[in-house]
């Protein structure tokens, strides 16, 4: 028999409910026509790599040495990892050296890892919400328990209701900036109010949690808008990321985790993830796209498109007279069930399929009353969207 655990969230309505979703719209596709099915369900960029990442492939394909395939250390190839702890210095405003970083099955596995090495059975991971669903399945695959707190009107990060959560069991916090369903980035006195928070605990009670940056969406900004820097303000701080999205390679499954070198215990955390790597299966990070990435991994992109597809999402939404946040960043739009649903976000969610328009609930993600749509599709599924959504209101 299968795992009764396993079975009953298998079972679950909300279980993989983006990925059902994903597929449903395949099976309307085939009936319909692509044309006339609008499937905002799953966060699958499709701008294609840059060319710097497809130069970079030929190279790699055409490599012909003796064990070119073969097994390479489990934290990665050193040159991967030299390249990965270039890009985080940069990004993080310090000099991180190379064995800061273990190289990863993309940012999923990176934080498995990175649970991995830092849970121990009962501790606490604090989670703002909304977030992304499957950070659930991460923290209790190691024994953990998710703590979930609300952010602010405007889902930025609230402080207070952080600070109420916090507990000796509390072993991090976990954000995701752009944010996965919302787009909200925090801001660098978002940053600071958490890490005075974490410093206040930590010094009435000796644990000075982590704070694990999920930054998959880091580059993808609108409005000038960058994220902040965790690392020059707390010592105790994770990045993990990988290259799904920024060089949309989500099939790839490469990425990486990097700890502040500031961090008193950074060589026994590495040593832990590069360990909970093999004893979870991965053994290490794809040897081939370790290698592109090498050479490829500042890459020049143009995120216009999604900038250019937020704003014509929105109008299609102001259109049809449904209320959303603006996003700042990644490419979601958090859009409110209208108040006759009296916040039953399945349901409304249901209902718009029946106008073959295909989004996710967000009581998925920890944000009860919104749905999210995912708006890294072509124009023209937006576009031809704007009747459907309308008509999808005028007969609620």
Same mark, same amino acid.
């Given at each position: 028999?299968?795992?009764?655990?396993?079975?009953?969230?298998?079972?679950?309505?909300?279980?993989?409910?983006?990925?059902?979703?994903?597929?449903?719209?395949?099976?309307?596709?085939?009936?319909?026509?692509?044309?006339?099915?609008?499937?905002?369900?799953?966060?699958?960029? !499709? &701008?294609?790599?840059?060319?710097?990442?497809? $130069?970079?492939?030929?190279?790699?394909?055409?490599?012909?040495?003796? &064990?070119?395939?073969?097994?390479?250390?489990?934290?990665?190839?050193?040159?991967?990892?030299?390249?990965?702890?270039?890009?985080?210095?940069?990004?993080?405003?310090?000099?991180?050296?190379?064995?800061?970083?273990?190289?990863?099955?993309?940012?999923?596995?990176?934080? $498995?890892?990175?649970?991995?090495?830092?849970?121990?059975?009962?501790?606490?991971?604090?989670?703002?919400?909304?977030?992304?669903?499957?950070?659930?399945?991460?923290?209790? $695959?190691?024994?953990?328990?998710?703590?979930?707190?609300?952010?602010?009107?405007?889902?930025? &990060?609230?402080?207070?209701?952080?600070?109420?959560?916090? +507990?000796?069991?509390?072993?991090?916090?976990?954000?995701?900036?752009?944010?996965?369903?919302?787009?909200?980035?925090?801001?660098?006195?978002?940053?600071?109010?958490?890490?005075?928070?974490?410093?206040?605990?930590?010094?009435?009670?000796?644990?000075?949690?982590?704070?694990?940056?999920?930054?998959?969406?880091?580059?993808?900004? =609108?409005?000038?808008?960058?994220?902040? +820097?965790?690392?020059?303000?707390?010592? $105790?701080?994770?990045?993990?990321? +990988?290259?799904?999205?920024?060089?949309?390679?989500?099939?790839?499954?490469?990425?990486?985790?990097?700890?502040?070198?500031?961090?008193?215990?950074?060589?026994?955390?590495?040593?832990?993830?590069?360990?909970?790597?093999?004893?979870?299966?991965?053994?290490?990070?794809?040897?081939?796209?370790?290698?592109?990435?090498?050479?490829?991994?500042?890459?020049?992109?143009?995120?216009?498109?999604?900038?250019?597809?937020?704003?014509?999402?929105?109008?299609?939404?102001? =259109?049809?007279?449904?209320?959303? +946040?603006?996003?700042?960043?990644?490419?979601?739009?958090?859009?409110?069930?209208?108040?006759?649903?009296? !916040? !039953?976000?399945?349901?409304?969610?249901?209902?718009?399929?029946?106008?073959?328009?295909?989004?996710?609930?967000?009581?998925?993600?920890?944000?009860?009353?919104?749905?999210?749509?995912?708006?890294?599709?072509?124009?023209?599924?937006?576009?031809?969207?704007?009747?459907?959504?309308?008509?999808?209101?005028?007969?609620?």
């Amino acid at each position: 028999m299968i795992s009764n655990k396993v079975k009953q969230l298998v079972e679950s309505p909300s279980s993989g409910v983006i990925r059902k979703m994903f597929e449903e719209g395949a099976v309307l596709k085939a009936k319909y026509g692509a044309d006339k099915v609008y499937d905002f369900s799953l966060g699958n960029p !499709d &701008l294609d790599p840059p060319e710097a990442v497809i $130069n970079a492939i030929k190279e790699v394909t055409a490599e012909e040495t003796h &064990l070119c395939h073969g097994y390479m250390p489990n934290a990665g190839y050193p040159e991967t990892r030299k390249a990965m702890a270039e890009k985080t210095s940069k990004e993080q405003g310090v000099d991180i050296p190379f064995d800061c970083v273990v190289m990863a099955v993309g940012a999923a596995g990176a934080l $498995n890892a990175t649970f991995k090495a830092l849970l121990n059975d009962g501790d606490e991971v604090i989670v703002p919400c909304p977030y992304f669903t499957e950070y659930d399945h991460y923290i209790h $695959n190691h024994g953990g328990e998710i703590i979930r707190v609300k952010t602010k009107d405007d889902f930025s &990060l609230d402080p207070a209701t952080i600070k109420a959560a916090l +507990s000796e069991k509390t072993a991090a916090i976990l954000i995701n900036s752009p944010n996965n369903p919302t787009g909200r980035i925090y801001t660098d006195s978002d940053i600071q109010a958490l890490v005075d928070v974490l410093n206040e605990h930590g010094k009435k009670t000796g644990r000075f949690p982590y704070i694990i940056c999920d930054e998959p969406y880091r580059a993808i900004t =609108y409005g000038g808008k960058k994220v902040a +820097s965790v690392f020059p303000k707390y010592e $105790n701080a994770v990045v993990v990321t +990988s290259f799904a999205k920024n060089l949309s390679l989500p099939g790839e499954r490469i990425g990486y985790i990097c700890v502040n070198p500031a961090c008193k215990e950074s060589k026994d955390f590495i040593a832990a993830a590069i360990f909970a790597t093999r004893i979870l299966g991965y053994v290490n990070a794809p040897a081939f796209f370790q290698k592109v990435i090498t050479k490829s991994w500042d890459a020049k992109c143009d995120y216009s498109l999604y900038e250019k597809r937020c704003k014509e999402i929105c109008e299609v939404m102001d =259109y049809a007279g449904l209320k959303y +946040s603006v996003p700042e960043g990644a490419f979601y739009l958090f859009v409110k069930v209208p108040s006759k649903w009296n !916040d !039953d976000d399945m349901a409304f969610v249901n209902h718009l399929k029946k106008y073959n328009i295909l989004c996710a609930p967000g009581s998925g993600f920890g944000g009860k009353g919104w749905i999210r749509l995912a708006y890294c599709v072509s124009e023209s599924t937006i576009l031809n969207s704007k009747e459907a959504f309308k008509k999808a209101m005028d007969e609620q």
